[in-house]
Every structure is written in C-alpha cells, then in structure tokens.
C-alpha cells in the first residue's frame, strides 16, 4: 500500500490543468466537479480523492492514479502516490506549470482576439510564443 504525498500548486482552472497534462504527455485527463476515489497500483480504492486525474494505467504499468485535489483557496495540491514521486517531482511540477501557462496564454489570446504569430520552443526548452491582433 503507497503513501499518497500531497504537494500544493497554484494552478486553479480545472480545463487549462487537463490540457497542460495532456501537454506533458498524458492523452486521457479526466475532470469532475466533485472528487471522485483515487486508485492504488492493484486496482485497491484509496481514501484520497481528487477533481483532476489521470488513472494508473495511463500514468505507468506499477503506477498509482495521478491525481489533483481542489483546495479551499481554490488553487490544486497535486496527489501522487510515494512511488510515483519520483517521476513526478519538483522539475516534473515546473514542466507542468509551464505547460499549464502557455495554455493559460493560448486561451487569451482566443478569448482576446490575439492570432498567434509564431509559438517556437528551443534549443533550451524556452518556448517563445508572439500574438497579434489587428485592429
């Protein structure tokens, strides 16, 4: 039986989380507007609960749901088991801030009237992303 370790976050939407874990490589997200039961690396329910997941078998074959849990302040705390922390660490979390960022600006720039003019990543793993509008 894993140890869940609970690591606090600022993201707060729900939507740009999903696409920035899609962005990180993981194809199915799920998203609910209550917490619904993680699950151990057996199938085994747990007691943790989250808004945000990916499940087992899309995180790895020996791993335990991924999941992010909503706070009273509105922001996730990410939940990840004691043996997936590895994986998912603190660079991990950056890369995934990243990601939850850049989808954060492509979602302004649509909600804004902005035409991306160029979106590059590189050689660094800096991405460069330029928006235009014209009026």
Do not use: C
């Given at each position: 039986?894993?140890?869940?370790?609970?690591?606090?976050?600022?993201?707060?939407?729900?939507?740009?989380?999903?696409?920035?874990?899609?962005?990180?490589?993981?194809?199915?997200v799920e998203t609910?507007?209550?917490?619904?039961?993680?699950?151990?690396?057996?199938?085994?329910?747990?007691?943790?609960?989250?808004?945000?997941i990916v499940r087992?078998?899309?995180?790895?074959?020996?791993?335990?749901?991924?999941?992010?849990?909503?706070?009273?302040?509105?922001?996730?705390?990410?939940?990840?088991?004691?043996?997936?922390?590895?994986?998912?660490?603190?660079?991990?979390?950056?890369?995934?801030?990243?990601?939850?960022?850049?989808?954060?600006?492509?979602?302004?720039?649509?909600?804004?009237?902005?035409?991306?003019?160029?979106?590059?990543?590189?050689?660094n793993g800096e991405?460069?992303?330029?928006?235009?509008?014209?009026?």
């Open positions: 039986m894993s140890h869940f370790t609970r690591v606090r976050t600022t993201l707060r939407d729900a939507g740009l989380l999903a696409k920035a874990l899609a962005a990180v490589g993981f194809s199915s609910h507007d209550e917490p619904q039961t993680l699950y151990g690396y057996q199938g085994d329910a747990r007691p943790e609960r989250a808004e945000v087992r078998r899309h995180v790895g074959r020996l791993s335990n749901d991924l999941g992010f849990r909503r706070r009273p302040d509105g922001t996730f705390e990410a939940v990840i088991s004691g043996y997936d922390r590895s994986r998912f660490d603190q660079a991990w979390l950056a890369g995934l801030n990243r990601a939850y960022g850049h989808a954060a600006a492509l979602r302004y720039a649509e909600d804004n009237g902005y035409e991306i003019d160029s979106d590059e990543v590189g050689e991405r460069r992303l330029v928006l235009r509008r014209y009026t």
